[in-house]
């Protein structure tokens, strides 16, 4: 998510909303109203709300991710384009060739280890430590994990800076679905019990899926882990769909919100949205009145968030790593 000067995305139309959705669920249940179960945790209870999409995810080839990235020689330190021209026209024209080279075959050797192994993270730290964050051969890195491995994820918070996290939305991938786990704070007092729901969808071989997840969800949650004295272990490949979608799109299009790039890509216009910057606004009105209503666009802003987020990695996907 992106936060963004709550005018830009029309305050009155959505404090119109509000209104609408208090008059209209008055003396209404959560339960009633957003159908889930109450989730135990070591931490407390929260709110667990399930939910499926279907999604047709396309992937990048793993034999052509690997070309792609070893034949980039810029990759090993002390080579930029006018020695990867010399190098190449002497025979070097892949990394694995470069092994045999007498000043960059034992880093070219390092590389070459990392990439047979599949240790993606410590693959797309050293592209990122030579390259842009958003540059194509860390997209080309994700086919290397099955489909299973991903972890679209996205988070509502009550600020930008050490508020807490009152949802977290994750969705992964099951043949042609999209399975969704939305974990809620019914109350500020819930946070621990939320963190502790999320904590076991990381595995070993996960990787996120991120909408400018880098720079705001994933260490936005270790702060509150860290706040609340919580261990987890967060340091996964983060596949952040923003900064590919940016790096394509960014002179096509007014912006690269995440709603622009879901009307302009998809063609779809949401409907009675609440955006990220007004989420506290109708959280506290919500934890006020008592009134659920104000919680409906929060759940269905965070669901549609993921949803996009897959539709565009799997876009990219198409765009950037197809024949």
Known sequence: MIYMDIY?????????????????????????????????????????????ERISLKTIDPKKAREEILSDLKLIHGIGKATEAKLKKKGYKTIEDLTRHPRFGREASKFLELLDKRDIYSIIEWISSRFQKSHPLILYASAFHRKEDFMILDIETLGLYAKPVILIGVAEIMNDKLLINQYFARNLEEEPALLAAFLPNLKDKSAFVTFNGRKFDVPYIEERLAYHKMRGDLNKPNFDVFLFSRRLWREKLPNCRLVTLERHVFGIERKDDVPSALVPEFYEVYLKTKNVGPLIPIIEHNKLDLITTARLFSKLCEEIGGD
């Open 8 to 52: 830009d995305w029309g305050y009155v139309e959505a404090q119109r909303l509000e209104r609408r959705l208090l008059k209209e669920y008055r003396g209404k249940s959560l339960e009633d109203v957003i159908p889930g179960e109450e989730l135990e945790t070591e931490k407390g209870t929260c709110y667990l709300i399930r939910s499926e």
